[in-house]
């Protein structure tokens, strides 16, 4: 079942009440379709029941965006949510399979290591916060969820090429955060 948040308040009124009562209309009638596709996918229905749930609190949250066939972008966007799910369980068995117990035995050599790399994560998150929202949001598109370059300028509506400019000013602060923090410049801590 669909819970319904309250409608977000725009201030510039770009959402109609008649916007989104389509909206919410098309979604409805799409549900089932989204979830069967979802689940075929996943390989689970209450996952992909989930997923769908996820996707529609997604779109409520956000300002409506205007799409030729709001149907088939919806269709689209479930399947796009299910390779995401994929990608993230994938990732996440990778990692748990880096903590067998034979590779345990490794850890406890390098424990300065294993130090040093936690400091260089934080170091790097630290930098990635202080990017402007559509510099880091470009950055985790592309990163962490394999969008490609041409994708994302779509999706954002800039050019490739400024998607590339805010890759480079992302890749940039990653890179200069890992430096050592004498060769830092002057009021760029962490």
Sequence with gaps: MISIPPEPQKADGSDSPSGRAHFLQVF????????????????????????????????????????????TYLLRC?????????????????????????QQDTLGVEPQAALEAGNDLRHV???????????????LLNRIHG????????????SQSAVEKHMMRALQACKDSLRDPESRPPGKAP
């Design 125 to 139: 998150e630290a930098a990635l916060r202080s990017l402007p929202e559509r510099t880091r949001q470009i950055f």
């Design 78 to 102: 479930a399947g796009n949510i299910a390779i995401d799910h994929l990608r993230s369980e994938d990732a996440r068995g990778r990692l748990s399979e880096g903590w067998l117990p034979e």
């Design 147 to 158: 969008r490609k370059y041409a994708d994302i300028a779509k999706v954002m509506g800039l």
């Design 28 to 71: 409805l009638s799409q549900r089932s379709q989204m979830e069967a596709l979802v689940s075929r996918r996943v390989g689970c229905r209450a996952t992909a029941a989930d997923l769908v749930q996820d996707l529609f609190l997604r779109f409520w949250r956000r300002p409506l965006v205007q799409v030729e066939e709001l149907s």
